[in-house]
């Protein structure tokens, strides 16, 4: 698929919703499917958004004034308007987290990061934010494929979390067409991606085993069980993330090589009436 091709995925679908939820009445512990594992890692990934999704946001709108395709920019602020909508939303998820018991324990460290990647260029920012998109779309593209991932969340999770993997699908090569617009390379993009996934890891793991230790699930080997099937059975978190991440060493790589724009259709349509869509803002 060209690189053309990719730009006009996204700038005939991205719209920003307002999505109708409502967490006052909070959720049970084990939100998703009654498995301690997978709810903690999800809940660690929640813990993420609202840091590193306004970083993201940043990292795109600085490349704003190098940008000359009228397209492109609405691209981005299509993207803006998305992650601005999904960090507001999982803040007031993180909050019932934090209800539970629950803590962001590195935040310290991520927000520390986020600070010293502004004597950063645009560039590698921008680098650094299309290897986490990609991260972020593996698992979105996981989340509206494969019924053992988030099928059987109780309500309104499975709306929050199908709704954030679509609008990730929908925005997944923003940050990379900006990237290239602006002359960005392979190697940066590779060097990048290499040091995302140490620490994607790393935050993964810690954040995890914290939220497992907070809910009491840490020790228990039923949550062990719980992790290692769903880590290793067939498209499960390894044997499907695996291939996508390998593809992105490809020096051709492009995110609408896996052209799963088709994945975001059914529920659109079926959940028409729980978000209120705002415009788009590539048709502004
Ligand atoms: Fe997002
Ligand atoms: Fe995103």
């Not at 940008?67 to 993207?79: H, I, Q």
């Not at 940050?175 to 140490?198: E, K, P, T």
């Not at 020096?251 to 994945?263: A, E, I, S, T």
């Amino acid at each position: 698929m060209s690189h053309a091709k990719g730009m006009d995925r996204t700038s005939r679908t991205l719209q920003v919703r307002q999505l109708k939820i409502d967490f006052s009445h909070g959720f049970s512990r084990r939100w998703l499917g009654g498995d301690a594992f997978r709810t903690q890692l999800f809940n660690a990934q929640s813990f993420s958004f609202p840091i590193g999704e306004q970083y993201f946001i940043d990292s795109v709108r600085a490349a704003l004034p190098l940008l000359t395709d009228e397209a492109l920019k609405a691209e981005v602020k299509g993207f803006i308007g998305q992650e601005a909508s999904h960090r507001h939303l999982h803040t007031q998820f993180n909050a019932q987290l934090n209800a539970q018991g629950l803590s962001y324990l590195i935040e310290p460290f991520v927000s520390w990061r986020v600070r010293s990647a502004a004597r950063l260029s645009v560039k590698s920012n921008l680098a650094i934010t299309m290897a986490y998109e990609h991260f972020t779309a593996i698992f979105s593209d996981a989340c509206l494929s494969e019924t053992s991932w988030i099928a059987d969340a109780e309500e309104p999770l499975k709306t929050l979390w199908t709704w954030h993997s679509i609008e990730e699908t929908e925005h997944k090569s923003v940050a990379f067409d900006v990237y290239h617009a602006i002359g960005g390379g392979y190697v940066a993009r590779i060097a990048w991606f290499i040091y995302v996934s140490l620490l994607f890891a790393f935050d993964t793991t810690v954040q995890t085993l914290h939220c497992l230790y907070r809910a009491g699930e840490l020790f228990k080997p039923a949550t062990w069980w719980q992790g290692l099937r769903y880590c290793l059975r067939p498209r499960g978190l390894i044997w499907f993330t695996l291939p996508h991440y390998l593809a992105y060493f490809k020096p051709g790589f492009k995110p609408w090589d896996r052209d799963n724009l088709h994945l975001t259709t059914h529920w659109l349509t079926e959940q028409a009436g729980n978000y209120r869509a705002l415009g788009r803002p590539t048709e502004s």
